[in-house]
């Protein structure tokens, strides 16, 4: 067995290295853009627009529903980018991704609402979030995966964390647009119309995100397998045959991150509406917490680099499992220092130590040829599970437990034990925790 690194060939691209990484998250900012917007709105708004209801709670868990419906159509999205990416182009693949992505969610803020055009109101917001999973099934795999393949080997999980932080960026944007907006306008207003402004203002991230991505050129790894005429034929269908238990493991290492970023800053919202705790506590601690996010995730990108992406990824999820149940008890005295302590704990530092690591460790566990392939059906099948799902049994868990969060942190605590296991059966990958690189991260 011989073995092969790119420390060599990532000195030519550090020049690319930092146009990529800005083009990659740019599009992970305009997937968790569309992601927070819906989000917020469909607790605060879309129950009554999309789905009347004489039960406010029964509004919400119907919004909710086409908030899962989404997640349902990205491993299908994965599946087929996957094989775009692994057969045709990383770049090509992200170009359609992002156009997918973001005139979606400018299409939500044009849609006329139940009081106008009645049942299909809520089927063309259905719609229209079907086609959206579809294009994020291919989007953030993709974007991880170009930064990882131009990234030196021993600063990998630094390089490719940048992408991660294209999350919390696009969280804050809405975030701060719908505060700002509320702080404006009049319920009503928000109601009539308010609420369409942050859908219709996601064109200019994709517009940035669009004219960046056609500048890049195709990853150097993808390149020489191409120019070898090495690339895999039917790459899904050869990652599922070589890898299965490889893909089994690393969705259920991907459960506890997707469950953790909705849970802390989409799901708490439920929360907080069925427990009347302030909305404003809740919402200016989330900020700060993810504000100091986008700090935390190159740190933990880098501690992956030093101690190897397992024990980062793990020390996250156990951190998250621990600390689940005293979060919702500090949420409760509905005191802004004990609530912003909380968020610090579980989403600055729990969530990025999962996080980080995860842009260099996936696209690392897989070869070239079926890489692209490989890391979006982890992506979107864990997602499916630990966010999509949740959106969903989230209202229901607070309606079977008359708001207690018992269940929530219940749910957690499972999706955080399975991670754990997950991890600890697979492999390292972290160039300096292990004796040589992935003999095929070339080939």
């Known amino acids: 067995m011989t073995t092969t690194t790119h420390d060599a060939d990532a000195g030519d691209h550090q020049p690319l290295l930092k146009r990529v990484a800005s083009a990659s998250a740019i599009g992970t900012a305009a997937e968790y853009y569309d992601f927070f917007a819906y989000g917020t709105a469909a607790v605060l708004f879309f129950g009554q627009l999309f789905f009347p209801s004489a039960d406010p709670l029964v509004g919400t868990l119907a919004a909710f529903a086409t908030y899962a419906v989404g997640f349902l159509a990205r491993p299908l999205g994965g599946i087929v980018f996957g094989h775009i990416g692994d057969k045709v182009g990383r770049k090509k693949a992200l170009v ?30 259905i719609l229209i979030r079907v086609l959206q999973g579809f294009g994020v099934g291919g989007e953030q795999a993709g974007a991880v995966l170009m930064t990882a393949e131009y990234a030196p080997p021993r600063r990998r999980g630094f390089y490719a964390s940048w992408v991660q932080i294209g999350a919390p960026a696009g969280f ?96 708490v919202l439920a929360y907080g509406k069925a427990n009347q705790l302030s909305e404003s506590i809740l919402l200016e601690t989330m900020i700060v917490a993810v504000v100091l996010e986008i700090f935390a995730i190159p740190l933990m990108g880098h501690l992956s680099d030093r101690l190897g992406r397992k024990p980062v990824y793990i020390a996250g999820a156990l951190l998250q499992v621990v600390c689940i149940v005293p979060f919702f008890m500090l949420l409760n005295a509905d005191n802004f220092w004990l609530t912003q302590l909380a968020m610090i704990v579980v989403l600055t530092l729990g969530h990025s130590m999962c996080y980080a690591p995860q842009a260099s460790y996936f696209p690392e566990l897989f070869p070239t040829r079926v890489r692209c392939s490989g890391i979006a059906l982890i992506w979107q099948i864990g997602s499916l599970v630990g966010s999509g799902i949740l959106g969903l049994l989230a209202v229901k868990i607070l309606q079977m437990t008359g708001g207690h969060y018992y269940g929530l942190a219940g749910y957690m605590i499972v999706l955080g034990v399975i991670s754990a296991v997950g991890l600890w059966l697979m492999p390292e990958t972290a160039p300096q925790r292990r004796q040589q690189e992935y003999q095929d991260w070339h080939h």
């Not at 939500?108 to 609402?113: A, E, F, H, S, V």
């Not at 056609?214 to 039917?234: C, G, H, N, Y």
Request: charged share 15%; hydrophobic share 60%; glycine share 8%.
């Open 172 to 267: 804050l944007l809405p975030s701060a647009l719908f505060a700002l907006l509320t702080a404006l306008l009049s319920p009503a207003q928000m109601l009539e119309w308010g609420w369409r402004i942050p859908f219709l203002l996601s064109l200019l991230l994709v517009i940035v995100g669009l004219f960046i991505r056609l500048k890049i050129d195709e990853s150097p790894v993808f390149a020489q397998i191409r120019a070898t005429k090495a690339v895999e034929s039917r790459p899904v269908v050869e990652v599922a045959r070589a890898y299965p238990g490889l893909i089994g493991k690393g969705v259920c290492a991907k459960l506890i991150e997707a469950c953790a970023f909705a849970m802390f800053t989409v799901i």
């Open 96 to 125: 359609i991704t992002i156009l997918i992505v973001g005139l979606g969610t400018f299409c939500i803020g044009l849609l006329p609402t139940y009081d106008k055009i009645g049942i299909w109101a809520p089927i063309a917001l």
